[in-house]
């Protein structure tokens, strides 16, 4: 089973694309699984040894991942946050990690259509963009600006490539 991981902070892209990714890949006959990674962590409160969830989440996606393979799944898409400072970590199966980028104006719009008031906005933003500027460099990035989802999947992020 071969897996794609998109990684960002709020507001790149991740869960659309990753979403189209994975009805493409099915529309064309592929056995394939999504995972939202986020899901995986949610976990209150926190373990105190790992406040933002990001190793419960990898050792939940590692568990979930083996059992989609079981299954016969060959192609695994999976999106969600991830530990910026962090290199993509193993999952025991080949995986593309890419690292979704956008500028803060375009995460800021997409969040606001979320609903939510603007001093979260404003914090998400501020998190995001901080984190975004130290993710580790073995994130092969893509950026999302001005770019429909549709777009990137077709010109390679489904592949696992960069698309630009």
Known sequence: MDVLRLAGVPGVGKSTVAWAVARGLAADGERVGYIDIDQLGMCYPAP????????LKEVALQRVAARFAEAGVERLVVSGVAD????????????????????EVTRRERLALRGW????????????????????PSWARVDTDGRAYIDMVATGVRDGSSGQ
């Open 84 to 103: 910026p400072a962090e290199p993509p970590r193993a999952n025991g199966h080949p995986t593309v990690s890419l690292w979704l980028d956008a500028e």
């Open 117 to 136: 008031p603007q001093g979260q906005v404003d914090d998400v933003v501020a998190i995001g963009t901080a984190e975004s500027a130290t993710a580790h």
């Open 48 to 55: 105190p040894d790992d406040p933002d969830r990001w190793d």
